[in-house]
């Protein structure tokens, strides 16, 4: 069976510090990968997402970069984080197929300070 | 202006109560999919919805997706405090290159009291 596993589950780091959120699914090849991000009150926002190893497309311009170094590895990344970073950050990973749903990790709550 | 509206955005209910939950959209979705999601996790999916009109029942739980892919409402009968959750509703439409995106409403969050 299939399981995605992300990493930390929570974080708490300072403003101007960087960051790399990862995240890594078993038990299929070659799946779809995606970042978001959820605030509270605004549901899920996508940040990144990628359809193969170092295919990588960004939904929304900020300081956050993603890196897909391998094929079921995901990284969320920032050289410098901002108040603004903090939040609920979901991995997930779907099929190619159209209608798959998404297979959510548990997420990692981040507080920048 | 966002794609996917949910409402109610909060609800609190008793035990035992009915309730209803709607995402209503402008646009045409090729599939709506529901997701419950609990406090410290992720959303896990419930069910997905492809054709106009069709009705999907998962126990007390009762999914609608409107004749021309614009709308979903679901439907809890009987609640119960295990219903309580953030409830979201996603519509997928294609993106050109093989690829479909999912677009979320915000969520309604839902509050079964004992």
């Known amino acids: 069976s299939q399981t995605i596993h992300q990493w930390p589950a929570t974080l708490v780091q300072p403003v101007g510090s960087p960051l790399s959120l990862e995240c890594t699914v078993e038990?299929?090849?070659?799946?779809?990968l995606y970042w978001y991000r959820q605030a509270a009150g605004r549901g899920l926002q996508l940040l990144f997402y990628?359809?193969?190893?170092?295919?990588i497309s960004s939904e929304v311009p900020q300081n956050l970069s993603a890196s897909r170094p391998q094929d079921r590895q995901f990284i969320l990344s920032s050289k410098k984080l901002l108040l603004s970073d903090s939040g609920f950050y979901l991995c997930?990973?779907?099929?190619?197929?159209?209608?798959?749903?998404?297979?959510f990790g548990n997420g990692t709550r981040l507080t920048v300070t | 202006t966002q794609l996917l509206e949910q409402s109610p955005q909060f609800l609190s209910i008793q035990e035992g109560e009915n309730l209803t939950v709607y995402c209503n959209s402008s646009s045409v979705f090729s599939s709506l999919q529901w997701y419950r999601q609990e406090p410290g996790e992720g959303p896990v999916l419930l069910v997905t919805?492809?054709?106009?009109?069709e009705v999907k029942k998962l126990k007390r739980l009762t999914f609608q997706f409107g004749d021309a892919r614009k709308d979903s409402s679901l439907h809890i009968t009987a609640a119960q405090p295990g219903d309580t959750g953030l409830y979201l509703c996603?519509?997928?439409?294609?993106?050109?290159?093989?690829?479909?995106?999912?677009?979320f409403g915000k969520g309604t969050k839902l509050s079964v009291i004992p």
């Open positions: 997930a990973w779907s099929d190619l197929l159209s209608n798959s749903p998404l297979h």
């Open positions: 996603a519509g997928a439409r294609y993106s050109g290159a093989g690829s479909y995106q999912l677009t």
């Open positions: 919805v492809v054709t106009g009109g």
């Open positions: 038990g299929t090849s070659n799946p779809n």
């Open positions: 990628s359809v193969g190893i170092g295919q």
